[in-house]
């Protein structure tokens, strides 16, 4: 459940005033500090976090080196499971969205009616869905990476490997960036495109028309 929430969070955020932080320590019957000195002992084994030369607290236990790997190893399993866990924490009724939002904390709201009951796997798929949007969306600060636009409401968790051809990377946070519709749309039918410093690239079809 920790890693859960970790990923939604940036390691700037990773703070015992920070208002997610202390509603999971609420929830969780413990101190606000413990909990964040939990996620910053768990920042110390994020790999993309070292790339940038940073190193995290240094008490990462066994447990939390073993864990950190099982979630990794199947996030495709380990992201649904921790979802319904969190959920599970806050009460969320079925058919309810939980957000992760850094400036308000972790808020439960009615999701949109949609239709008859979908079967289980489609659950945890929705489940998996749910976390990679909050995670994608709040590592580009609830804004668009393109416009800078922050209506939240309007805004596409994009997979830059495609879902379809990469199962293994769907749920991998590192694997998105926060679009508005317009330019997910253009996204995904290959008009725009990011190199690895996110820079945005648009096809030969594009500069004609916009020529």
């Known amino acids: 459940m920790l890693l859960n929430v970790y990923h939604k969070l940036t390691f700037g955020q990773l703070d015992a005033r920070q ?24 920042a110390s084994l994020d790999p993309a976090l070292k790339l940038r030369g940073i190193k995290g607290l240094p008490g990462a236990s066994a447990l939390d080196r073993r864990t950190w790997q099982e979630f990794h190893d199947d996030l495709n399993e380990a992201v649904p499971a921790s979802e319904d866990a969190l959920r599970g924490l806050f009460g969320a009724p079925a058919g309810s969205v939980l957000e992760v939002l850094p400036k308000i904390g972790i808020r439960v709201r009615k999701s949109p009616p ?12 929705r489940r998996g869905q749910q976390f990679f949007r909050n ?27 495609p879902w ?48």
Do not use: Q
Not at 21 to 39: P, T
Not at 169 to 174: F, I, M, Q
């Open 114 to 125: 949609e239709g008859e009951t979908e079967v289980t796997a489609n659950v945890k798929v």
């Open 164 to 211: 379809r051809t990469h199962p293994a990377e769907r749920l991998n946070v590192l694997n998105g960036i926060s679009l508005s519709r317009l330019h997910d749309a253009a996204f995904d039918i290959g008009l725009i495109s990011f190199d690895a410093n996110y820079r945005m690239i648009l096809s030969p079809r594009l500069i004609r028309e916009l020529s």
């Open 19 to 42: 208002a997610v932080v202390i509603g999971l320590a609420e929830k969780l019957g413990r101190g606000a500090n413990s909990v964040a000195m939990k996620l910053c002992n768990l």
């Open 135 to 161: 995670a994608v969306l709040n590592h580009f600060g609830g804004c668009c990476a393109v416009t800078g636009m922050p209506v939240r409401e309007l805004l596409v968790a994009s997979h830059i490997l």
